[in-house]
């Protein structure tokens, strides 16, 4: 599902081939409230998804569940905490 959902982002935006095939990253999202985690190997053009990542990764996401993917939450939802590395982040605004 989550490969699916990353090539149909990539397909309607042509404008996100370019970044996608720089990224070199491993990303690891961790949602402890449901037990469950998602590894993203981002590889120059080339992405390996798993249950968990070997090594440590560049980029740790931790949410819930609860969290809304999408837009602004309305007034009565909140965004729970996201956490990630310095080191990813300053790699990205570097690259672009």
Partial sequence: M???????????SPDKIKPFESLDAKV????????TSAGLEFIRGKLILSKDLSGKPDLHILTDSATPSGPEPSKDQ????????????????KKY
């Fill in 78 to 93: 909140t965004r729970s905490p996201v956490f990630f590395s310095t080191k990813m982040a300053s790699r990205s605004l």
């Fill in 28 to 35: 690891l999202i961790e949602i402890p409230d449901i037990q």
């Fill in 2 to 12: 989550l490969a699916d959902l990353i090539r149909q982002n990539i397909e309607k």
